[in-house]
């Protein structure tokens, strides 16, 4: 994040090293999907005082992954011996790590079996992960409970009656969370409902009946956690270092003990983040073991308890080259506790082009520094319209729905190199929402070149299924 632009910035995808010369900056007239990059490598980033305002976000892909592969290049005896030796190293890493490894990149050998007989949402898991029930729980507008079953075939309301605070926990915990927080009622327009049965099985959907009627017409709201309400004040004039408690869901991923990307808490037992950042080329990067979060703060130099990470869930869709669905899910080793999340958006749920938001993260506060900020950094970015983005001028048709872009067509606003995966919020009824997870753009801050995040409300069933399949 950053004020200041530089003629000629380095790819934020190559690798940090201050002995070796960046690759050079391709045009920026038209770009194109081979020159795509994320704006944040996944390679740990030295921390330094932070110099100013951070306000930036920036990549360009297949440039960097040249620059990558000359340096990976080995020629002659010597070459073809390194390669022995990394071809034993992954046949003792298949021995020893298994389907684990892929299930962490994402390209699950664990695969999800479903017999011909399966059945979506009729409350019994039928396929090995559990897919087949995964995804029959949402929330509408003002948390409306809604639920599908396989004989209603689409999402409804469920009536309040018969409902309890025994039914509100299970329904929370089916969907990845410890406990429900707040039940209320609203007034439903519906003419069709899903009502409580006679006996309560473990998962909600399994649990209610289609009905055609519901006791003044009142229907389940309810919120799995409190979120979005940070303890202090965000009242904020313009980019700069955040206070403490500002943004307390803001998480720090380290990779063997350097910060490498951002996160955000979204439940005491998950982290979202970008997919980009365990690259699938190294498996080092795709073993939990490598990593340790930190929550809540806003030092580097003054780091909380840590977490462990379980278990890392890539998109399975997830593109390296176009970035499309770059997200990511972190099981954490144990719930955090006395830090509040960010809220996840509810279905249906938009901020319009325009719409005031905040990034936050510890990346570089310039374009081209080599360090990134010992402080957590904050900057208001304004929502772009997909059409806007996908200008000529602008990014020419990259830009995908499952893509937001944010920042300024004039440039000085924006995320950059080692903000990462970690948040774009937008706040609606005094609670901040995950719009976006930082993912890719062309250099920080530049005139033209905002900054692109994974559309958070785009991806809220791949998000919801799998924190259900994690707490199966």
């Known amino acids: ?83 022995v030796v990394l071809l034993i190293i992954a046949a003792w890493l298949g021995v020893r790590y298994g389907s684990s490894l892929w299930t962490l990149s994402g390209k699950d050998k664990e695969t999800d079996i ?3 007989s399966s059945v979506n949402c009729d ?12 995804r029959c729980v949402r929330f509408g507008t003002a948390n409306e409970l809604q639920v599908m079953t396989s004989k209603a075939g689409s999402f409804l309301p469920v009536c309040a009656q018969g409902w309890s605070k025994n039914i509100a926990d299970q329904t929370c915990q ?3 969370f410890r406990q429900s927080y707040a039940v209320d009622v609203l007034k439903s327009n519906s003419s069709v409902f899903q009502s409580m049965n006679n006996q309560f099985s473990n998962t909600i959907q399994g649990s209610v009946n289609i009905s055609l009627s519901c006791p003044l017409q009142q229907t389940v709201s309810l919120r799995c956690c409190d979120c979005g309400r940070p303890p202090v004040s965000t ?54 073991s490598n990593w340790k979060v930190y929550i809540g703060m806003v030092s580097q130099l003054k780091l909380p308890s840590l977490y462990n990470v379980k278990k890392i869930t890539i998109h399975e869709n997830y593109d390296p080259d176009t970035k499309n669905n770059d997200i990511a899910l972190l099981i954490l080793n144990r719930p955090v506790s006395n830090v509040q999340p960010a809220c996840l958006p ?30 957590l950094m904050q900057v208001a970015v304004g929502l772009i319209d997909l059409v806007v983005c996908n200008k000529p001028a602008v990014y020419n048709g990259l830009i995908t729905e499952n893509m937001q872009c944010a920042g300024d067509l004039i440039g000085g606003k924006d995320s950059c190199q080692g903000d990462s995966g970690g948040p774009l919020v937008c706040k609606a009824d005094d609670r901040w929402y995950l719009t976006g997870v930082t993912s890719w753009g062309d250099g920080c801050g530049k005139i033209n070149r905002p900054g692109i995040y994974s559309n958070v409300g785009r ?14």
């Open 235 to 288: 009242r904020i004039i313009g980019g700069d270092m955040a206070a403490e408690g500002q943004w307390p869901w803001q998480a720090s991923l380290h990779f063997r003990g350097h910060h490498t990307c951002g996160g955000t808490l979204v439940a005491p037992d998950f982290i979202i983040t970008a997919a980009h950042c365990f690259s699938q080329e190294k498996s080092d990067y795709l073993l939990p």
């Open 1 to 83: 994040m950053e004020d200041r632009q530089t003629d000629a910035p380095p790819l934020y995808d190559s690798v940090v090293n201050q002995n070796t010369s960046p690759p050079s900056y391709p045009s920026l007239q038209v770009l194109s999907a081979t020159q795509i990059q994320s704006y944040y490598i996944p390679q740990p980033i030295p921390q330094m005082p932070a110099p100013c305002v951070v306000e930036t976000i920036s990549t360009q892909r297949r440039h960097v992954r040249t620059y990558r592969s000359k340096r990976c290049c080995f020629g002659g005896l010597g070459g073809s011996a390194f390669l």
């Open 123 to 134: 409350g019994k898991r039928d396929c090995s992960l559990g897919s087949d029930e995964s």
């Open 114 to 116: 479903c017999p011909p």
């Open 174 to 176: 089916q969907l990845g």
């Open 346 to 375: 509810v279905f249906g749920q938009t901020f319009s082009p325009g719409s005031k938001c905040w990034t936050t993260g510890f990346g570089v506060t310039r374009e081209g520094d080599d360090s990134g900020s010992i402080i």
């Open 459 to 472: 991806l809220l069933t791949w998000i919801h299924g799998k924190m259900q399949q994690e707490r199966q």
